[in-house]
């Protein structure tokens, strides 16, 4: 059994910054995972990537967030964290961990962030 929890989001003016962690607990470690990071789905809208951090160290991001937002992956804590800076009213969504290993997709159980113009 594979458990990731995500946390950190919020309210955030336009032009500030949030961070958000997924912790991975139970039969996988974060360095097992093919790939990690985080995908968001807005009100009306279809789940879109935000982030992935491969196990090769690749990164992977959303065009909407290329040069705002910064991933990182931290093996001794098991925890992936994104960091989003310079944050638009558009990047209101709720954020869910990924992770997939194999042939299996995993997620978080979302976590809300709230950008005000």
């Known amino acids: 059994q594979v458990q990731l929890a995500d946390s950190g989001g919020g309210l955030v003016q336009a032009g500030g910054s949030l961070g958000l962690s997924c912790s991975v607990s139970?039969?996988?470690?974060?360095?097992?995972?093919?790939?990690i990071g985080w995908y968001r789905q807005a009100p009306g809208k279809q789940r879109e990537l935000v982030a992935l951090i491969r196990r090769n160290g690749i990164k992977d991001y959303g065009d909407s967030v290329a040069g705002r937002f910064g991933i990182s992956r931290d093996n001794a804590k098991n925890t992936v964290v994104l960091e989003m800076n310079k944050m638009k009213p558009e990047d209101t969504a709720v954020y869910y961990c990924y992770g997939q290993f194999r042939a299996d997709d995993h997620w978080g159980q979302g976590t809300q962030v709230t950008v005000s113009s």
């Open positions: 139970g039969a996988l470690f974060i360095y097992n995972f093919d790939a």
